[in-house]
């Protein structure tokens, strides 16, 4: 493609090809999944690697199903990853800006990337595009967005005031508009071909009819509304999201001092369909790189206007304080950790992914090799991204496989809920291990069934739970 590339005309925007900006754990998706819903998609990056890597059909990180995708579409010739960004804008109708918004150290997002992208847009304009922020921003950066696009494609060297790339004289020919994405990690393909609904910030009829028509193939309720509407709205579920699962921490821990049982709690709680039984896990924290962080971001947002949300504050808080609650209950249960063996199953922040991101599992281990415990680590996908943080090392030993982790361990510590380890054979775990201690940080496992494997159990808000009569699936009556 060269900077002669013609620009995409209103007439055929419904077939044109749409440009996703940054070929992360969000744009790669959503570029595949619009490719697989048959539109022609040009993925761009600046990391030229990544994009010889995805061309030659590596899709970076681990997600279900995606590699597949990848490699259906480089052949199908529907996605195209190319590394001129400016060349991807000028031959794109629809951008998507899906490039990172890391945090400053105020918890403030940074938006450093999502501005040099709005000034190569400017630089390329060339016929009307309709260019998408997806990746999670604070409120009022689409205005920011459109003004930075404005500015610098006026400034663009013969644009003379008027429409850059175009004939020269008409007006600027651009939208802006808001379409946060939704997609967990580990079924971010699940959620792009499935969403609960698809939320659309525009202010026109023109970008309205655009997102309208691209995302009809998807069968779903569509919000739409104003830009600020739908970037608040995306911080509102991530904060939401985020405030279930410290709101069952808490009661995880109450579960603990009176007698109950969290899981039949969150049972009998999420079965009320005004609550859901989602996101009521209750465990050693979130992580990641979406909660904590827009939860800061919010947090922030909210301070800046003005406005006391110190629920959120209390949110993270309450976070930050699992990593101590199950370290105390890992020292409780082994008196000392100086020297002991334990063996770490679960690596990744959550299951699905090989992300490790503000995963709480590296908080852990971080402690427990401070406490100068030995470690046998064992993910089944996060691996290689943990020994660039912890390498292998006297007290770090990276395993094949679970049971290796839990070979001579006086203890086991289960961080990440893989299904793997729900399919674990207990008898022989057990027999592999010297102290047969499992702590499990996210209430894989029956208490039942591991005792009676001859385990010390211990999990999150059950531990005191003395009942006559065990929760069980609901029954209807
Ligand atoms: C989250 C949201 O769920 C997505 O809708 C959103 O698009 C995404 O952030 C984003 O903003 O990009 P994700 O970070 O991939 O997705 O993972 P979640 O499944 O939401 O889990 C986040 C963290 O919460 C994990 O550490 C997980 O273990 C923890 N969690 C989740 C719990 O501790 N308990 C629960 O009940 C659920």
Redesign the pocket.
């Known amino acids: 493609m060269t900077s002669e590339d013609s620009a995409p005309q209103p007439s055929n925007l419904a077939d044109a090809p749409i440009t996703v900006l940054g070929l992360g754990?969000?744009g790669l998706p959503t570029a595949l999944g619009l490719a697989d819903l048959g539109r022609r998609v040009i993925g761009a990056d600046d990391d030229k690697q990544k994009i010889s890597r995805i061309r030659e059909g590596d899709p970076i990180f681990f997600e279900p199903g995606l590699a597949e995708l990848l490699d259906k579409h480089l052949r199908s010739g529907q996605f195209q990853p190319i590394e001129d960004v400016g060349a991807a804008v000028r031959n794109g109708s629809v951008i998507f800006i899906c490039v990172g918004t890391p945090q400053k150290p105020t918890g403030q997002a940074d938006l450093g990337q999502v501005e040099a992208v709005a000034r190569l847009v400017a630089r390329n304009l060339n016929g009307y595009k309709l260019i998408v922020e997806k990746s999670?921003v604070p409120a009022i950066t689409a205005q920011w967005l459109k003004r930075t696009i404005a500015r610098h494609s006026l400034a663009k060297p013969g644009a003379g005031g008027s429409r850059a790339g175009n004939s020269g004289d008409g007006p600027l020919d651009f939208d802006v508009a808001s379409n946060p994405?939704?997609?967990?990690?580990?079924?971010a393909l699940e959620?792009f071909f499935h969403p609960d609904r698809i939320v659309c910030g525009v202010e026109s009829d023109r970008a309205r009819a655009i997102l309208t028509q691209l995302y009809r193939p998807l069968n779903c309720p569509l919000v739409i509304t104003n830009i600020s509407t739908a970037e608040l709205i995306?911080h509102a579920?991530?904060a939401f999201?985020?405030m279930?699962?410290s709101f069952?921490n808490m009661v995880s821990d109450l579960c603990e001092k009176v007698g109950a049982d969290v899981t039949a709690v969150a049972q009998g709680v999420g079965l009320d369909s005004r609550i859901s039984p989602?996101?009521?896990?209750?465990?050693?924290?979130?992580?990641?790189?979406?909660?904590p962080k827009?939860l800061r971001a919010f947090i922030y947002l909210a301070q800046e206007h003005g406005v006391d949300f110190s629920l959120l504050q209390e949110v993270e808080r309450i976070n930050q304080r699992r990593v101590g609650i199950f370290l105390r209950k890992v020292q409780q249960a082994l008196w000392t950790l100086q020297g002991k063996t334990l063996g770490i199953l679960g690596l990744a922040?959550?299951a699905g992914?090989d992300d490790i991101r503000e995963?709480?599992s590296l908080k852990i281990i971080q402690a427990l090799l401070e406490e100068k415990s030995s470690l046998r680590l064992y993910d089944p996908q996060a691996m290689a991204n943990t020994q660039r943080v912890f390498p292998a090392g006297a007290n770090v030993t990276y395993c094949s496989s679970a049971y290796e982790a839990a070979r001579g361990a006086q203890a086991l510590l289960l961080l990440?809920?893989w299904d793997e380890f729900r399919q674990l054979d207990l008898g022989r775990v057990r027999e592999l291990m010297e102290v047969p201690v499992l702590v499990d940080g996210?209430n894989v496992f029956e208490p039942d069934a591991v005792q009676k494997a001859g385990f010390e159990y211990i999990s999150l808000g059950r531990d005191g739970a003395q009942m006559a009569v065990k929760a069980g699936p609901a029954l209807t009556v």
């Open positions: 754990h969000i999670t994405e939704f997609l967990r990690e580990g079924k959620d995306k579920a991530n999201l985020s279930k699962i069952i989602q996101f009521l896990q209750a465990g050693i924290g979130f992580g990641g790189y979406c909660f827009d922040f959550k992914t995963a709480v990440t809920e996210r």
